[in-house]
């Protein structure tokens, strides 16, 4: 079946124009987020590693090499099973660093330029013949089918396509805290077209040349030849060689890694694709032994590298046909737009801002997103042009073993950054060399020749062409690399800045840093960024470190301005590469070079680092970190405050209790000056380190929850070396529960002194009393007057009033002496209100009684008109002339409730808690003793009920006074108590 030029170009772009479509929805947000970063669609976008080799080539290497084929998916597999050893580590290194492409990884490794020129050059050139293999994939496919001569134009069309495609929605951001999502989303869905086409062929090739998998089963039988020939690569010597470069290139390869490290969105996406990329990758290989079988037995015409569209042609239908063209379209499109971004980037880093001169003039992010989109185009460019010289000289399978082996010149280089810190940059440069030397003479320039075999010191190079030869180039290339990286870097010396660069690589860094920031405040950081990055991008810098750290603009502590400092070289490493990155927050955000100062203001930058380098030690290291925890959880657990001052007057340290004691954080705290603290916490602590005294006791703490007492102690901590100007440490205790004790104590003696005079009080006065008793009894028998009885009344009452107050003395709360009986609340009201009234100030008062007339409840009525007298005079104390008291009373099943309500100005909030404090009153010397409503909650607690003062409720002012009781139950003839 063949196609005219017009359709295929036709198919072709609708086919891009449906990836823009996609890339555009997921950018705009038409698809939900919940599907953008499921991990399915993360592995799913790994499918670039499946290019136009996979789709095409595999079944040609499958003819020629039998089931070696599948060793190029069985390297990946390998990879991707040591994912927590091997992938894991290097996403957190690239997420923590902001390492955008494996040339940055390298050249922060190494602190080296020449580490990521070097690397940038190798991939590069070893790319560029894989990125022409695309182009040409997609030439050959449409000749096949149309069947006329190469036609360059669709060539030039697509080149065109995927470049728009890549400038737009590849090159959007320029800093990698931004994730392409519209990029991932169309290269996951490129995968599924490419592995559906893939699968929906192979399940025709059965069909059509074997009637089905029966079919299939009974051809092979009746030609052994054909499964001998395909069984017979299982020998293979090369096997472990092609399995290596598969593994290299799984997670080495550009396009491959900027999906799997730089645009991976969740750790959970890497977990999943351990298994999932694998499962995928088995899809694809189940594919190809169908696909060539079908191919032989149908006896195709097109090259072994294009039996898909041979069997799909052979299908009659020209949707399948168009379908399996358009997912060849996928593995080529794919792979050239990840790959260029991927190359763009490093070339950017490591080869053209080195000599480009920015100004603080330009827009900066203006200026790097169009220097990438240039440098995207010529990367296209340059593949195409690669194709026009490639003409047919090598298959698919040979240029894509061609750019593995270049790949695989880095695995001794990863395995050092991850599991050998003593290696070197000149030993990795050197090693690199040797390795990219043997790989450009053996594989890729005898690939380029069209003047016949080459030959160097008698050795024929040409067979290294042959795929089974790759796995001994493979062992040799690599072996020799890693021997002289070895080599060299046992005979050579790390720089400071390599070594710290090493430790940071596996999570140890543990060097103090070597200054403070002399910026005081990031403001001043922004100033001092500008005249390099421009305003504009130096203040969206110094925000986005702010908030990537959790600080405020009026940030001024030390040891955070250096934190600040680190994250913004993180940043400029995700835009501009770590090595310029560096020399720029070198140059702009310089540090004091008092290393003593810093020392002392960067304690806590230090601790975190341990922190995070747990584990990480070994030998006498990690027994000496684990002396240090122990020491450190000694002052986390101590149940006294715990602060550290440096001599620049900055904490250093805050433990957990401080934290309990001031209701301030260790992260608000550490780094500040004491001053800056909330008060009264800074004037306190800064006070007493002015002082000439070691030890201050009980100082009074005013606090929003009432007073507390604090004792401090101080003490120097002498400075690395034995100098005397140390850190200063202050020891804060909580002695408030000391001091209450010590004030109830004392009460409680100013109580017992009361009693003992209440006692004498009684005594003396109790004869009197007597004496006029007598007399008024005698009075009212002679003259029956009824002063006379008042008299007696008044002086009973004077009598029970002694009692009571020789009761609460006695006893603290005392018991009653007398025993609680049925009494009705209305006599007992009115007498209080009589009473009450003999004051002048509580003739302007109104008093509205609201009393059922059986309300009853167990006391005695004598001591309950004192407790009503005291909460009455209370309320006419606060109210104003005119103002109410309400009584009012209400039955419940087993008690009564008494609610005494007035008009008054209310009791204030901070004093409410204390007016049932004996001797506590806010009357003047003179005129109240406060201890009315103390013997009042007395009396009412002894028998068996509750007083409570709060604000009343809906009004802004006045107070309810609620008292309850038990009932008793009054009857025609008598009043009985009630039982619940």
């Not at 041979?310 to 996928?330: C, D, H, M, Q």
């Not at 790949?407 to 040797?434: D, E, H, N």
């Not at 062992?475 to 430790?503: G, H, I, M, Y």
């Not at 909030?909 to 201890?931: A, Q, Y």
Request: overall charge neutral.
């Amino acid at each position: 079946m063949t196609f005219s030029l017009g359709g295929l170009f036709v198919a072709a772009i609708a086919y891009l124009s449906l990836l823009f479509l996609i890339a555009h929805a997921s950018e705009r947000g038409w698809i939900p987020e919940a599907v953008i970063r499921h991990p399915a669609v993360y592995v799913l976008s790994l499918g670039v590693y499946a290019t136009t080799w996979s789709y095409y080539g595999s079944v040609g290497f499958a003819a020629n090499a039998g089931i070696t084929y599948a060793t190029i998916y069985i390297g990946v597999t390998l990879a991707f099973a040591l994912t927590p050893v091997l992938l894991m580590p290097l996403l957190r290194l690239t997420r923590r660093h902001q390492l955008t492409s494996i040339a940055d990884l390298f050249a922060f490794r190494f602190d080296s330029r020449a580490a990521g020129i070097l690397v940038t050059l190798m991939l590069l050139t070893g790319s560029l013949p894989y990125l022409a293999l695309q182009i040409r994939a997609v030439s050959e496919s449409t000749q096949v089918l149309s069947g006329e001569s190469p036609p360059h134009l669709v060539a030039v069309v697509f080149c065109v396509m995927v470049t728009g495609f890549a400038t737009i929605f590849g090159a959007r951001h320029v800093t990698p805290r931004e994730k392409h999502s519209g990029l991932v989303a169309a290269i996951a869905f490129e995968s599924l077209v490419k592995l559906a086409a893939l699968l929906l062929v192979a399940w025709l090739a059965v069909e059509l040349a074997f009637g089905g998998p029966a079919g299939l089963g009974d051809w092979l039988v009746d030609n052994p030849d054909r499964l001998e020939a395909f069984q017979a690569g299982a020998a293979s010597p090369e096997w472990t060689g092609l399995i290596f470069l598969a593994f290299a290139a799984a997670f080495l390869l550009p396009r491959q890694f900027h999906m799997l490290f730089t645009e991976n969105l969740q750790d959970q996406g890497m977990r999943t694709a351990s298994w999932g990329f694998p499962l995928f990758l088995l899809l694809l290989a189940m594919a190809i032994p169908p696909l060539m079988w079908a191919g032989q037995a149908m006896g195709l015409s097109t090259p072994a590298d294009y039996t898909v569209l041979g069997v799909a042609g052979e299908s009659g239908s020209a949707a399948v046909v168009l379908f399996t063209y358009l997912g060849g379209i996928s593995a080529a499109s794919a792979m050239i737009i990840v790959s260029t971004l991927a190359l763009s980037s490093m070339c950017l880093n490591h080869l053209v801002l080195p000599v480009m001169r920015i100004t603080g003039r330009q827009d900066l992010y203006r200026t790097l997103r169009w220097t990438r989109r240039a440098l995207i185009a010529a990367v296209i460019a340059a593949g195409y042009l690669f194709y026009l010289s490639l003409e047919r000289t090598e298959g698919l399978v040979s240029w894509g073993l061609i750019s593995f082996l270049a790949m695989a010149q880095l695995i001794p280089g990863v395995l050092a950054v991850l599991y050998w810190p003593g290696a070197t940059r000149q030993g990795f440069v050197s090693g690199l060399l040797a390795g990219g030397t043997i790989w450009g003479v053996a594989a890729l320039l005898p690939a380029l020749s069209t003047m016949g075999p080459i030959r160097i010191i008698g050795l024929d190079l040409s067979v290294a062409q042959s795929p089974a030869h790759f796995g001994a180039l493979a062992f040799w290339s690599v072996a020799t690399n890693a021997l002289v990286f070895t080599a060299v870097s046992l005979l050579t010396r790390q720089a400071p800045r390599e070594s710290e660069a090493a430790s940071a690589c596996r999570e140890v860094s543990t060097r103090i840093p070597a200054g403070s920031v002399i910026a005081e405040s990031p403001a001043q950081m922004v100033d001092q960024l500008a005249p390099v990055t421009g305003l504009p991008a130096a203040r969206a810098e110094i925000a986005k470190g702010l908030e990537d750290l959790d600080l405020a603009w009026t940030e001024n502590r030390p040891d955070r301005l250096q934190q600040l400092r680190e994250q913004v070289r993180r940043n400029l490493s995700g835009m501009m590469g770590p090595v310029l990155a560096r020399d720029i927050v070198d140059e702009c955000l310089r540090l004091d070079a008092d290393s003593r100062s810093a020392v002392a203001q960067n304690v806590r930058m230090i601790e975190e680092r341990l922190e995070r380098a747990r584990g990480g030690f070994q030998g006498i290291a990690a027994e000496l970190d684990a002396l240090r925890r122990y020491h450190r959880q000694i002052l986390e657990d101590l149940p006294l405050g715990v602060v550290a001052v440096t001599p620049a007057g900055r904490i250093a340290r805050w433990n957990p209790a401080m934290d309990q004691m001031t209701g301030i954080s260790a992260g608000r705290a550490l780094g500040r000056s004491m001053i800056e603290l909330p008060e009264p916490w800074g004037e306190l602590l800064s006070g007493f380190i002015g002082e000439d005294e070691s030890h201050a006791y009980k100082r009074p703490v005013v606090l929003a929850g009432g007073t507390r007492w604090m004792s401090l102690h101080k003490a120097m901590i002498g400075a690395p070396g034995g100098t005397p100007n140390g850190d200063r440490l202050l020891l804060l205790e909580d002695v408030t529960d000391v001091q209450r004790l010590e004030n109830e104590l004392a009460h409680s003696e100013r109580l017992a002194s009361i009693g003992r005079l209440a006692a004498g009080v009684a005594h003396e006065i109790g004869n009197p009393i007597t004496g006029i008793a007598c007399l008024a009894q005698e009075l009212r028998e002679d003259r029956a007057d009824d002063h006379a009885r008042q008299i007696l009344e008044q002086t009973e009452r004077i009598s029970h009033i002694v009692q009571t107050l020789v009761d609460y003395a006695h006893a603290g709360r005392g018991e009653a002496s007398t025993r609680p009986e049925p009494t009705a609340l209305q006599p007992v009201v009115e007498e209080a209100e009589r009473l009450v009234r003999l004051n002048p100030r509580s003739r302007g008062i109104v008093f509205i009684p609201r009393l059922p007339g059986d309300a009853a409840v167990m006391a005695d009525h004598q001591r309950l008109v004192q407790v009503l007298v005291n909460v009455y005079s209370n309320a006419v104390d606060a109210c104003d002339p005119g103002g109410e008291i309400t009584t009012v009373a209400r039955l419940q099943r087993d008690g009564v409730s008494l609610r005494i309500l007035d008009t008054g100005h209310g009791i204030p909030s901070g004093i409410r808690d204390k007016v049932m404090e004996p001797f506590f009153t806010t009357k003047t010397p003179g005129h109240g003793t406060g201890l009315g409503l103390a013997l009042a909650q007395n009396i009412i607690s002894n028998y068996g009920g509750s007083l409570r003062i709060q604000p009343r409720r809906g009004r802004s002012g006045g107070t309810e006074v609620m008292i309850r009781l038990p009932r008793a139950q009054i009857t025609d003839r008598e009043v009985e108590p009630v039982h619940g």
